[in-house]
């Protein structure tokens, strides 16, 4: 029969302290492993995957948005100006945010281009002559 009474304290704490330290240790090792692989995983993925064409003005909109903004991206006002510059319509930005590779996102009130927007920037910058 089980009790349902308060647990009752370990007779060595020390022990148990130790006992959950060294657990908890193992869980942190397992985690940082997990987390390593799954970030393989996803570049591995992110790397496979061949992009498809894509319209010059398109990869020109990524182009600026890191020559103006780099890691930390631009803000929506700047991110207006170079759609128009480039010829899309406010509406026609969204595109830029959808899908599993979306090449933009916001972020904190920015936007800043993802690692698969990155990818596209770097391959079109490498094929300019």
């Known amino acids: 029969m089980s009790s349902s009474g308060p647990a009752q304290p370990p007779e060595d704490p020390e022990h148990a302290l130790a006992s959950i330290r060294s657990e908890l ?4 090792t397992a985690a940082g492993r997990i987390e390593r692989g799954l970030a393989e995983l996803e570049a591995g993925a992110v790397a496979s995957v061949r992009p498809r064409p894509r319209p010059e003005r398109y990869l020109q909109v990524l182009v600026d948005v890191y020559d103006l903004g780099g890691r930390h ?28 590779r979306a090449p933009l996102r916001h972020f904190e009130g920015r936007v800043v281009l993802t690692v698969f927007g990155q990818r596209l920037v770097d391959e079109y910058l490498a094929e300019l002559p």
């Open 73 to 100: 991206g631009v803000s929506l006002e700047e991110w207006a100006r170079i759609g128009a510059a480039r010829g899309y319509e406010r509406r026609g930005l969204g595109g830029f945010f959808t899908g599993v």
């Open 25 to 28: 240790a193992r869980i942190r």
